[in-house]
């Protein structure tokens, strides 16, 4: 049944990918590639509009390669496959964590952990930062470039926030942020 | 479910939206939280943005919690990428569309950096955690800079941060002992 296997392989993939979205490509590639459910240049393609779109690449592969092989129920299929593994092994940790959080080294743990994820996300927003600014294409295989457009629209863009924060006391939501970037990206990239 | 349809990227990138909705906003839960909770998530098989979002879940409102929230989380991506399905190969060539998500990518450099800034607050500097901070961004950089695909950095560099925070446990316990 396709609907099952459907199922079956993303709950596999969801299972044994560690980390980001992108850590499942090769996987998907090894499942889904070889079965004939997608090809190798669709693939490419898709990542490329998984990473334009909103939400998590792993929900956007199942979704789009369940829509493609089954339908709106092979997509379901697909995506509950994905995620099953988190729900069940997260809820487990979390009902362990709980008991274990005043243990010393639980505690130990954590304490070491914590630079090294502040970390992660400041190289994130870095690596980002330089792609987009000086990156034709926003990828390091791209030519160098310094993007003018991107550079001033972050400069606005702070700027007003610094602006808001001193008005309003408080700082803008991210939502509304978003908003805003989307709405100047459209002004500034399109004229 | 705000959450989902407003993260790009996956994993890293929809921190600054979960930290500020969920700590500043809702007061779920705190600062420090966030972090371990991140450590977690990339530490066990699955996406870190569905890990997260099912622990969240389960610390706000137990089983139901964390199945609800994951649930919430998938929503908006499944609708808008079945929706880009039917086109998608075209998708990408309509102008407004590509503007739009160039001013989006801007929008999240600054959450990122400005989420940052904020969760430093909730660390404890000292010593070695300044060490571990410093290694593991020089050795993210460097490694992306030179585009090595090395899919389970991440989880060594956090692994190492365990290892060495049980380890300095360790020590001071011996200390503590030989007094």
């Keep these: 049944m396709i609907f099952f296997e459907l199922f079956y392989t993303f709950f596999l993939i969801g299972l044994f990918t560690f980390g980001g979205g992108y850590a499942m490509i090769p996987m998907i590639q090894e499942q889904v590639v070889s079965k004939g459910w997608i090809s190798e240049s669709n693939l490419t393609d898709f990542i490329a509009v998984s990473e334009a779109t909103p939400g998590p690449f792993a929900i956007n592969i199942s979704t789009f390669v369940g829509n493609s092989v089954g339908g709106v129920f092979g997509a379901i299929c697909s995506t509950i496959g994905v995620i099953l593994p988190s729900i069940i092994i997260i809820l487990i940790i979390a009902m362990i964590m709980k008991k274990f959080m005043k243990n010393k080294y639980v505690q130990g743990a954590l304490s070491g952990v914590r630079p090294v994820v502040l970390a992660l996300i400041l190289s994130t927003a870095l690596v980002l930062f330089i792609k987009v600014l000086f990156f034709r294409g926003n990828s390091f295989k791209g030519e160098w470039e310094f993007d003018v457009r991107s550079f001033a629209l972050l400069v606005i863009l702070s700027g007003m926030l610094f602006i808001y924060k001193k008005v309003r006391k408080k700082s803008l939501g991210a939502i509304k942020l978003l908003g805003l970037s989307a709405l100047l990206g459209i002004i500034i990239f399109t004229v | ?179």
């Design chain 2, 1 to 179: 479910m705000k959450i989902g349809a407003l993260t790009f990227g996956g994993g890293y990138a929809m921190i600054p939206i979960i930290e500020e909705e969920v700590t500043k906003k809702r007061k779920w839960i705190s600062e420090i939280e966030i972090m371990d909770i991140l450590a977690i998530s990339e530490s066990t098989p699955g996406p870190i943005a569905v890990n997260t979002a099912t622990y969240v879940g389960y610390k706000v409102a137990g089983i139901t919690g964390g199945i609800f929230a994951t649930i919430g989380l998938a929503i908006p991506s499944f609708v808008i990428i079945f929706v880009i399905s039917f086109f998608y190969q075209d998708f990408m060539k309509w102008p407004v569309i590509a503007a739009m998500f160039k001013g989006l990518k801007v929008g999240v450099i600054i959450l990122l950096f400005s989420a940052v800034l904020r969760l430093r607050k909730g660390v404890k500097v000292n010593l070695v955690g300044t060490i571990l901070f410093v290694s593991t961004l020089s050795i993210m950089l460097v490694f992306s800079f030179i585009d090595i695909g090395f899919k389970y950095l991440s989880l060594s560099l956090i692994l190492l941060g365990i290892i060495t925070g049980i380890v300095l446990t360790l020590i001071a316990n011996k200390k503590e002992g030989s007094k």
